[in-house]
């Protein structure tokens, strides 16, 4: 029998840079994020006899390929196969083919909508049914798949991941569903490039930040900013407080040993843009960066038409992709073979 899942990518208004436990994947922090339905990883999945793993993969514009275990997050997915596996006692192989809608490793959260979808649907196919509809249960089976970030994926509209102690306690909450407030994320892509540092690698090096410590401390009251501006529906504390966040992170990437630098000049571009949209004609446009070059522009509905066309003529973007608040992961009769 085959079983589909879409998962969507989200993007952190709180971010999650480096972690407490390596092995469990627990962040450091609390993180705070948005679904985002532009970008989605489509999977389809089948249990097969066979003495192997059948992984075929395909990024946007791309061509199905099989997947390696040639790096971290290839490695990831094996390892989550082989252990969702062992909890269903079962022996039979998969044959998998995901596919995303967007382009890999630059800064949107690729992994997150991936991890997610390929969870799920190993989750569906091993009879572990209970474990999906659980989505507590299925954020935890997400973030052993090392995409803590993931997690967030598998609730609907905007959620809290909980850093928690152990594997229990550490897990995603919903602070409000998808249809609570009509944010709308634009992404203005000015690189396509792979990033250099990957996120794996920058988890593991941000502590070697002298401000790693410090960032955590300061970013306490901005959590709880954060989360009351969403139940409030207030742009006017979510704004500043998305900025101030971002770039506290990329404070700790430029500053970790050895450095990450993420932004591009395409990006900088971005953010002064938006400082004088805001000042001088008081359009209201904040950016935030995940692990990439290309800022997400949140706005509200009503001003997304006008920033989308400013970004789009801003001479270092190259494409937008507007995305609304949407579902967490969700299984569908849409198959890919
Ligand atoms: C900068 O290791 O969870 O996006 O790179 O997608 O695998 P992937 O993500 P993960 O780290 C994400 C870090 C971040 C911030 C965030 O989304 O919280």
Not at 31 to 50: D, Q, R, Y
Not at 89 to 113: V, Y
Not at 117 to 122: C, E, K, Q, R, V
Not at 161 to 175: N, P, R
Request: overall charge negative; aromatic content about 8%; glycine content about 4%.
């Amino acid at each position: 029998m085959k079983i589909s899942t879409l998962a969507p990518a989200n993007i952190a208004f709180i971010k999650y840079w480096g972690r407490r436990d390596h092995e469990l994947f627990l962040p450091a922090n609390n993180s705070i994020s948005m679904n985002i339905n532009g970008c989605k990883t489509h999977t389809t999945l089948e249990l097969v006899e066979s003495d192997q793993d059948h992984v075929l993969v395909k990024f946007h514009k791309q061509e199905y390929k099989q997947l390696l275990p040639d790096s971290i997050k290839a490695r990831n997915i094996f390892d989550q196969i082989k252990r969702i596996r062992q909890l269903a006692g079962s022996n039979l192989k998969i044959k998998m083919k995901s596919e995303n809608n967007f382009p890999a490793d630059a800064g949107l959260a690729s992994s997150a909508s991936s991890f997610a979808a390929i969870t799920a649907a190993l989750l569906l196919a091993y009879g572990l049914k209970e474990k999906f509809d659980d989505k507590q249960e299925l954020s935890r089976q997400i973030r052993l798949c090392g995409s803590a970030s993931a997690i967030r994926s598998a609730m609907d509209g905007y959620v809290e991941m909980l850093t928690g102690f152990d594997h229990e306690s550490s897990h995603a909450v919903q602070i409000a569903g998808e249809n609570h407030w009509n944010l709308v994320d634009i992404i203005a892509i000015v690189e396509t490039g792979k990033k250099k540092v990957s996120s794996s690698q920058g988890h593991e090096l941000a502590e070697t930040s002298p401000y790693f410590q410090a960032r955590l401390t300061e970013m306490q009251s901005r959590l709880d900013t954060v989360r009351q501006a969403i139940l409030d529906k207030d742009f006017t504390k979510l704004g500043p407080a998305i900025e101030e966040e971002s770039t506290s992170m990329h404070a700790i990437m430029m500053t970790m040993k050895p450095p990450a630098y993420y932004w591009g000049a395409g990006s900088m571009r971005v953010m002064r843009a938006l400082m004088d949209w805001r000042d001088e004609d008081d359009l209201q446009a904040y950016f935030t960066f995940d692990a990439g070059a290309n800022p997400h522009v949140i706005c509200e509905e009503k001003d997304a038409e006008e920033v989308k066309h400013r970004l789009e003529s801003l001479p270092e973007v190259q494409w937008t992709i507007l995305n609304r608040p949407c579902k967490g992961v969700q299984e569908t009769q849409d198959h890919l073979f």
